[in-house]
């Protein structure tokens, strides 16, 4: 799974990252062939994760999965399960930042994200956390709540600055980047709260440099 996922997922990415959108689609189509084909449901979570954060078409033949919903998710029964249903989730999420944005849609998103970095806390499972966590900053942008989304993506911020992880953040959708410009103003004008964790001006600078191409 971890060689199709790098295959289907990561080189769909780097093809949106280099312009190569049709490219990009084309790849995420053959990862959904083969997880209908082989009835493996985190790689079809994952396709269709990636194809609604860069505004790809769906597949033209197997269209694109009913988006989960608040009330109907399930409880996993495994931790490869797990993974699936958050990435399930992380695409019902940004698909209320999206679609048709009302104050109770963003407010569902910001409760819905919130469970997950509350239920992944003191698990071991750093990445996934991570992910829970740039997910509910998006969602409180999204809200108005900036202050609270600033104090979580500077705590974010430190950790990739520690692992030298620049392209996470900047991947982390059109509520989040402008946020990083806003961090980075505040550094430099001398705002920066004393309860934020510190974050080398170097490297919110390259944050800010990055050029984003996710839509959501």
């Given at each position: ?11 769909a990415?780097?093809?949106?990252l ?53 009330s ?9 399960d ?14 209320l ?7 109770a ?17 003191g ?94």
């Amino acid at each position: 799974m971890d060689f199709k996922l790098a295959r289907y997922i990561v080189g769909a990415r780097i093809k949106a990252l280099r312009g190569d959108r049709d490219a990009a689609a084309r790849r995420l189509n053959e990862g959904l062939q083969i997880a209908e084909a082989m009835s493996l449901a985190r790689l079809r979570a994952a396709t269709e994760n990636e194809r609604i954060r860069f505004g790809l078409p769906a597949h033209p033949d197997l269209g694109a999965s009913p988006p989960v919903s608040y009330s109907g998710r399930r409880r996993p029964i495994d931790g490869i399960d797990e993974i699936t249903a958050q990435l399930e989730e992380d695409t019902a999420i940004r698909l209320l930042l999206l679609e048709e944005n009302t104050p109770a849609r963003t407010e569902l998103a910001c409760t819905w994200s919130r469970e997950w970095v509350d239920r992944l806390e003191g698990r071991g499972r750093p990445r996934a956390l991570l992910q829970a966590r740039r997910l509910l900053v998006a969602c409180l942008s999204a809200g108005g709540r900036i202050d609270e989304a600033k104090a979580m993506l500077a705590s974010i911020a430190t950790q990739c600055a520690e692992l030298g992880t620049i392209r996470y953040l900047a991947d982390g959708g059109p509520y989040l980047v402008p946020l990083l410009a806003a961090l980075r103003e505040d550094q430099r004008a001398g705002r920066w709260r004393p309860e934020w964790p510190p974050v080398p001006a170097s490297f919110l600078i390259e944050l800010v440099a990055a050029d984003p191409v996710q839509i959501i």
